[in-house]
Structures are given as structure tokens and as C-alpha cells.
């Protein structure tokens, strides 16, 4: 068995997940996208398993990065469809199953609240019943967020022991899909067949994001076409951080827990203390990074705006003290990586080549 200390560096990745059958669920979506090129640098045989990319900026980007010439397989299905994920399941024959598939934006789980909770929940329970049936799978993760915590609005990190109950029905459907797989664990995976972890991820910037209602894209899209950026909840407080540190977390998840069982469980996945800003505060960094007289001021708040928390942090003791994990990228170089790549795709030019880069860089490594 390889040991913990071997598994933290970067380049026994590359050895662990070499010829391994990887299923991703909702690899066509921004996190997705990234974790399917960072399967492909470590060798793995990826299935992906999704609905087309959600906007057009994103299918531009899923042809343009040549993602579908990555996968062994690339299906498209709804996780609500049990029949065609089952299929999917049954033909690719998974040995990992990455969870990334969701409805994930708050604003839109308050318009469709119906939606959101059949992909969240149901999506969830269809993947974990699926994977049950497969007994090929010996690992998998699902992937939820900081806000399945009942938000008391205090100063300190939440830990993986607090109370899940999340306010609108985007963060309450991902504590149900947390209660879902706990009691998939304690109910079909206890003989140790499958190891099964849920990670509750921070705020999450990085290039590629095209979604609505985030502040980085609008904070793109406004500096791109030369508007003043209208900040939403200024002074509210995030765990933000580079899309390449949860997905580090969400590999090194994986791969630990096949090796170790034991291991599985529920982690938070956030950036430092230091590195938990304001939104006001990530405007002005973005503001630095873009340049070209870029700036931004407070939108006047709608007084019929659905609830956003005011605060919120994650205590990620667990997971350093389980993997000897920790955040690589403090929040202004987070930034700087995010805007390097998106003033690269807002040109036409080289954003694929900063990815690659960008993953190299982070993790230290030449592919």
C-alpha cells in the first residue's frame, strides 16, 4: 500500500491515477472542464457524463480546449435520468466517480427551487445507487459546497461536525445530498467495497467560468466591454479561492481513500483564513489585475433580492491534518491567474496554453 507521504506529492498522482477508469459527472461545466485536462496530464481514462455545456460561452470553450478528444467517453444524460445513467455506468465500467454534476447557482435555485432539488438530491441519489450496482467502483466523491452549514453569521470557520441546514434551496439541496450519501455509506458501502467522501468546497474562481449571477464573470464581463462593475453584497465575506485547489483536494480524496479506506469521510476544501475576503475586496483585486482603468461600485441593494449570507469560512484542519493538503495560491494570485487566462480568451488566442500552464505551475510538475 502506498503510503500518505508518497500520495501528497505531485508527481505520485501522475502514478495513481495512470490507466484508472474515472467517470465525472458534470464535466462539461467549469469545474468539470478543468478536472477532465487535469485527468488527461495524469493519464487517467475519462468518462464524462453531463448535459451540454449551460452556456454558449462554455460549449465555445469545451470544442475550442479539444475536451472531447480527451475522454474515452463523452455521454450526455441528466442525472435525474436513472435509466441513461445507469447505462453510462454499465458500459464504462468506472473505477472512480468523481461527483461534480449540479444545479449550482443560488439565485437560480430560488427560480426553479424545483430543479434544483431533483438534480441535487435525486442526481446525487442516482449516482450513489448506480454506483452501488457497479462493482467496478472503488471510489467515490461527491462534491458539494460551504453553504450546506447552518449559517450563524459567526467569525469562525464552520467544521465537517456542524449542523447542516442550508438557507435557500441551492445550499439546503446540497445538505441533502450530504445526508444523502451518509446514509448510502452507513447503509450499502459499510463493507468497504466502495470508500465514499463528500468535499465542501469554498467559493470558487478561476478562468473559464461563464455562469450567471458569479462575481468574478460579471466583474469579466463588465471590465471586457469597458462598464464600471456593479458589486452585489459588498461587504459580504467568502472562502474564495483558485479553482485548481479543490480539485487537487478532490484527486488526492480519491486516490487516499482507495488506497486507505479509512479515510473517506467529509472535508471542507477552502483557502486560508487570511485569504477569506470581501466581495467588495475581490472586486478591488480583480480591479488591480485587469488593469486598463477598470473599476467598480456598489449596486444599489434590491430590497426584493432573495437571501445571501453575509458570512461565512470553512475550517479545514481535517483535511490538512488527513493529507497533508494546503492551499498553494493566496487570493491575489488566485486572481491574477484568473484574469492572465480570461484576457487570454477575450483575445482569441492562447487561454488553452495558460491552463496548461497554470496547472503546471501549481503543481509544480512537467507534463
Known amino acids: 500500500m502506498e503510503s500518505m507521504e508518497r500520495l501528497k506529492h505531485r508527481e505520485a498522482w501522475q502514478d495513481f491515477y495512470r490507466g484508472r477508469r474515472v467517470l465525472v459527472t458534470g464535466h462539461t461545466g467549469f469545474k468539470g472542464i478543468w478536472l477532465v485536462k487535469m485527468l488527461s496530464y495524469l493519464g487517467a481514462k475519462v468518462a ?36 441513461s445513467l445507469a ?38 441519489v442516482h449516482v450513489l445507487e448506480c454506483a452501488r450496482q457497479t462493482e467496478s467502483v472503488r471510489s467515490l466523491l461527491n462534491v458539494t459546497t460551504d453553504k450546506v452549514y447552518e449559517n450563524k453569521e459567526w467569525c469562525w470557520g464552520y467544521r465537517e461536525n456542524e449542523p447542516l441546514d442550508g438557507y435557500d434551496p441551492y445550499s439546503n439541496s446540497k445538505s441533502c445530498s450530504e445526508l444523502v450519501t451518509h446514509s448510502y455509506v452507513k447503509s450499502f458501502f459499510a463493507d468497504g467495497r466502495c470508500a465514499v467522501s463528500t468535499a465542501r468546497a469554498g467559493n470558487v ?93 456598489t449596486h444599489t441593494k434590491d430590497e426584493h433580492a432573495p437571501h445571501e449570507a453575509n458570512f461565512l469560512k470553512l475550517d479545514c484542519s481535517k483535511l490538512k491534518a488527513t493529507f497533508h493538503w494546503r492551499p498553494r495560491w493566496h487570493i491575489a494570485q488566485a486572481m491574477q491567474a484568473t484574469v492572465d487566462w480570461a484576457k487570454a480568451w477575450e483575445s482569441g488566442g492562447t487561454a488553452g496554453q495558460v491552463m496548461d500552464g497554470q496547472i503546471r505551475d501549481f503543481w509544480g510538475v512537467n507534463y
Open 205 to 297: 474562481i478561476g478562468g473559464g467560468d461563464f455562469s450567471p449571477d458569479r462575481i468574478v464573470p460579471d466583474c469579466i464581463r463588465a471590465a471586457a466591454a469597458g462598464r464600471t462593475i456593479k458589486g452585489r453584497n459588498p461587504y459580504s465575506t467568502r472562502p474564495y479561492q483558485h479553482v485548481l485547489e479543490p480539485l487537487t483536494a478532490y484527486l488526492m480524496i480519491a486516490a487516499g481513500q482507495w488506497q486507505q479506506p479509512k479515510l473517506a469521510g467529509w472535508y471542507n476544501v477552502g483557502p486560508e483564513e487570511s485569504d477569506c475576503v470581501t466581495t467588495g475586496e475581490l472586486a478591488t483585486l480583480f480591479c488591480r489585475a485587469w488593469g486598463d482603468g477598470a473599476t467598480w461600485q
Open 87 to 124: 447505462r453510462a455506468f454499465e458500459t464504462f465500467q468506472p473505477e472512480i466517480v468523481l461527483h461534480l454534476a449540479a444545479q449550482p447557482i443560488v439565485r437560480e435555485s430560488y427560480r426553479d427551487p424545483v430543479g434544483t432539488y431533483a438534480t441535487n438530491v435525486m442526481g446525487t
Open 48 to 83: 464524462g457524463y453531463a448535459l451540454a455545456p449551460p452556456t454558449a460561452e462554455g460549449a465555445r470553450l469545451y470544442q475550442t480546449l479539444g475536451i472531447p478528444s480527451l475522454l474515452a467517453r463523452d455521454a450526455r444524460g441528466d442525472v435525474r435520468d436513472m435509466e
